[in-house]
């Protein structure tokens, strides 16, 4: 099978960063989908597995965390997919990535394509929306419930980028929140407002007055999915009393965390890996990848891809990775086909 694969960590605009290689097909295990792959999208994840250092592989190592194509083949304790299925998925980073013809993947793990997407609109899907879904849900412990009447807040701060730009539809669609966005040009402001935003607040400015404006009493909920290092202070500044601060990035610097204690705040960390990781209940992700689908289907959510860079080459992922280290992307970047 063709896959572009990597065997140096090198900068992206390095000739040599990815290369475009031939591998032998993969065989799904019992519980496994073999998936022809027919596109992908790249996350910052992507970036930070590739980054430079001093490692070489002994053999060509693929990455890529996300998913769109058609069933090839099952294992053979697989009950719901049949070859032929399209599916989307976002997959195992402890398992070769999706950047290849052909991918194999824990079927627990794996949605059903959203009808009257194609296969990159849905490609830009899955990781994030698990992502902004399970944050939400799951660690901060939003109600699902849509009543109108908002009686709490959420700041997202990062709001155009991939898991961003899903959070803000899932909080703006599915829940009572009055949802608070942070962009910073013009691009990414209207962004966030098309997704549902009902406020857009300049986080290249101190953040806690712009909030404390719109809410008074501070906000319940934080978001934080980028710059959290950068932006700490602010947002204890800005939260609520007991409230409750989710983060998905790698502050590099330790955080303050005893800032939190006068306010009784709650710090949660959200990495969307953990179910694959420890097979800790991998099944709800094909639950909430299908719940996703049919939101799309039913015009509730919409596709995040603002980018399709071609088919899946060497030369078009480094652009992909070189434009999402800019970290002013719009949206997902997607890759479809092969050369």
Request: glycine share 8%; charged share 20%; proline share 7%.
């Amino acid at each position: 099978m063709r896959a572009v694969a990597l065997t140096k960590y090198l900068p992206s605009d390095h000739p040599e960063a990815f290369v475009d290689v031939e591998l032998p097909d993969p065989t799904p295990g019992p519980g496994d989908l073999l998936v022809r792959v027919r596109a992908v999208s790249v996350n910052p994840v992507d970036v930070k597995v590739r980054a430079p250092k001093d490692k070489v592989e002994s053999s060509p190592r693929v990455l890529g965390w996300d998913a769109a194509g058609v069933v090839e083949a099952v294992g053979k304790d697989v009950k719901r997919f049949r070859p032929g299925d399209e599916v989307f998925y976002a997959g195992s980073i402890a398992k070769p990535g999706t950047d290849s013809e052909l991918h194999v993947v824990d079927a627990r793990i794996v949605g059903r394509k959203p009808k009257g997407l194609t296969f990159a609109q849905a490609a830009a899907m899955p990781l994030t929306s698990i992502t902004a879904w399970e944050l939400l849900f799951e660690r901060l412990g939003v109600p699902q419930q849509k009543t109108g009447t908002p009686k709490d807040a959420l700041l997202v701060v990062g709001g155009a980028g991939g898991v961003g730009s899903m959070a803000i539809q899932i909080a703006s669609k599915l829940t009572d929140l009055t949802v608070i966005a942070t962009a910073s040009r013009p691009e990414t402001v209207e962004w966030c407002k098309s997704l549902g935003a009902h406020h857009v607040v300049d986080h290249r400015q101190p953040l806690a007055e712009q909030v404390k404006a719109l809410v008074p009493g501070g906000v319940r909920y934080v978001m934080a999915l980028t710059a959290t290092e950068q932006h700490f202070a602010q947002l204890v500044e800005l939260m609520a009393p007991f409230g409750h601060l989710g983060i998905i990035d790698d502050p590099q610097t330790p955080l303050d965390v005893n800032a939190m204690k006068r306010k009784s705040l709650a710090l949660h960390w959200e990495l969307m890996f953990t179910r694959a990781l420890y097979d800790a209940d991998p099944l709800s992700q094909q639950r909430l990848l299908d719940a996703v689908a049919d939101l799309v289907e039913a015009g509730t959510l919409r596709t995040t891809m603002t980018q399709d860079f071609g088919p899946l080459s060497a030369a078009n992922l480094r652009r992909a990775h070189a434009a999402v280290e800019t970290g002013r992307t719009l949206g997902k970047i997607v890759l479809s086909g092969f050369p």
